[in-house]
């Protein structure tokens, strides 16, 4: 019974998440997704947290100002990605061979991370 219920929030959080006509109206979806999450296990502080959340988007969230957070957020991360590449062209340079793994590992999380904000619709 318990499984039913898991794969019917699942469908319908899903489809839900395909109707999203703004910007806002996802992120209002996004935080009843964990919503229903906290209530599954029980967490009241964290329940509190997100319907606090879920007021102030409610409240003042403004579709354009999410759009220029979301491209502020992708110029930091392209900035991160040129940081990392510079950081492992010096330790290139230097030849250090842990340091270039290192560097080379960081360069790829940054750069996978700019790729997920760039997928984004908005």
Do not use: F, W
Request: aromatic share 2%; charged share 35%.
């Amino acid at each position: 019974m318990k499984y039913r219920i898991v794969i019917a929030l699942t469908l319908v959080s899903l489809s839900a998440g395909t109707l999203a006509a703004s910007p806002c109206q996802e992120k209002a979806q996004d935080i009843q997704r964990e919503i229903s999450y906290a209530e599954k296990h029980h967490n009241q502080n964290r329940i509190n947290g997100l319907n606090k959340a879920l007021h102030e988007v409610n409240a003042h969230c403004n579709d354009g100002q999410v759009r220029a957070d979301h491209q502020k957020k992708i110029a930091r991360q392209k900035d991160e990605v040129a940081e990392r590449k510079q950081e492992l062209h010096e330790a290139t340079q230097k030849g250090d061979a842990d340091k270039i793994d290192k560097r080379e590992r960081k360069l790829k999380e940054a750069q996978d991370e700019l790729k997920a904000l760039e997928s984004r619709d908005y």
